[in-house]
């Protein structure tokens, strides 16, 4: 998929989150490429980044380049029972409102309640041990909904 991103963040491997449009954008000429190929929430791979540059007000510089993105895999925790590799899963958040140091495993940015995923790699335990007692498995998933 093609978009375009600031000159300054246009970098091979790059992961971003789309947060959507700003209000300039709904009059630019190239909101069709740029913003309307994204999903607001979703977290994206830059793949390939081009030459071409294109004039923005956003971004720094005022520039933006031409960029390949695929949706990105997103690392999060699951119930140790389904993290088996090239399985598939409805992704849910934990039933769990506590602060702790597995939070941003457990509440990812750019997945949500309902995701269909497939888990694309099993990385094993946790460094720490989950604070409410779940038996948690770090898992790499790849979005398919």
Known sequence: M???IGKSLAMKGL????YGAATECERCRFKNTCIDSLKEGRM????N??????HCPIHEGHKVRVVEVEKAHINTLVDSKSAFEGSMLIFKYPDCEDECLMRDL???EGLKNGDKCKIVKNK???KN???KGMNLTEVVLSIKS
């Open 124 to 126: 094993g335990k946790p």
């Open 2 to 4: 093609i978009t375009l």
């Open 129 to 131: 041990k989950c604070i």
């Open 49 to 54: 980044v081009k030459d071409t540059e294109h």
């Open 106 to 108: 457990c509440f990812p």
């Open 44 to 47: 994206y791979l830059i793949k």
């Open 15 to 18: 992961k971003f989150l789309h």
